[in-house]
Nanobody, 119 residues
Framework: QVQLVESGGGLVQAGGSLSLSCAAS????????MGWYRQAPGKQRELVAT???????DYSDSVKGRFAISRDNAKKTVDLQMNSLKPEDTAVYYC?????????????WGQGTQVTVSS
């Protein structure tokens, strides 16, 4: 059983910074992608940033230049440093992990952590 545990959400004023962390545990053979998604009230879940095991990062246009993703493959953790936060960054942030098993890709999600940015 695979678990993703997020931490670090909270309330911050616009222009401030927050850091999110996610730790994976359980029977994971190989991790390909780790990343972060978010879902604001009334909106669909959207990609924030992902990072492959090879070090290739992908960011949403809305967070480029403000957010930075990093991971520790040995510790199975992924972090998201969020700077210059805006009210529109307010959402529940979900940690995501993709593991390749043979020809299949297994996807796991954390329980989510709330990030609220006040104006």
């Amino acid at each position: 059983q695979v678990q993703l545990v997020e931490s670090g959400g909270g309330l911050v004023q616009a222009g401030g910074s927050l850091s999110l962390s996610c730790a994976a545990s359980g029977n994971i053979r190989s991790i390909n992608v780790m990343g972060w998604y978010r879902q604001a009230p009334g909106k669909q879940r959207e990609l924030v940033a992902t990072l492959t095991s090879a070090g290739n990062a992908d960011y949403s246009d809305s967070v480029k230049g403000r957010f930075a993703i990093s991971r520790d493959n040995a510790k199975k953790t992924v972090d998201l440093q969020m700077n210059s936060l805006k009210p529109e960054d307010t959402a529940v942030y979900y940690c995501n992990l993709e593991s390749d098993v043979g020809w299949n890709t297994l996807t796991y999600w954390g329980q989510g952590t709330q990030v609220t940015v006040s104006s």
